[in-house]
């Protein structure tokens, strides 16, 4: 599948694959900065044209836990009719005082990946099943 993107700032670099066989790609800093809730700010500097049917799933790297640094919506989510630049923002982890990345480096992962459209049925009564309304921990497993 091609998908169409845009550099938007003269230092970005275009998400790449590490390795041969990886499920995401890349995501490099143009720039950091705190925004006015004392997140760390990362733009990539570019912004991608994902194809109807398809989002753009945002992680951050496994490299994350060498820093303070935690991605604050945990996964981001990018719609295909979203063009703005791909922006990371994380919270700093008060017990964990490694520095954060700097601009040039990697910063997360994008994996572009397709959705169902999902039609919602409202009905009275769902079908019963063995674990029912078995939450948190109800295997007794930890």
Request: with cysteine; charged share 25%; hydrophobic share 35%.
């Amino acid at each position: 599948m091609k998908v169409k993107i845009k550099r938007n700032h003269s230092e970005a670099k275009i998400p790449t694959y590490a390795r041969e066989g990886d499920a995401a790609m890349d995501l490099h800093a143009v720039s950091r900065k705190w925004d006015d809730h004392g997140n760390v700010v990362y733009d990539t500097g570019v912004s991608i044209e994902i194809p109807r049917g398809y989002a753009g799933l945002v992680f951050p790297r496994s490299s994350v836990s060498k820093t303070c640094l935690q991605l604050r919506n945990a996964v981001g989510i990018i719609d295909s009719g979203y063009r703005g630049n791909i922006i990371l923002k994380f919270g700093q982890s008060l017990h964990h005082h490694a520095n954060p990345y700097d601009a040039g480096d990697r910063i997360g992962q994008i994996m572009i990946i397709p959705y169902p459209q999902i039609e919602i049925v409202e009905v009275e009564e769902l079908t019963d099943t063995a674990r029912g309304t078995g939450g948190f921990g109800s295997t007794g497993e930890r």
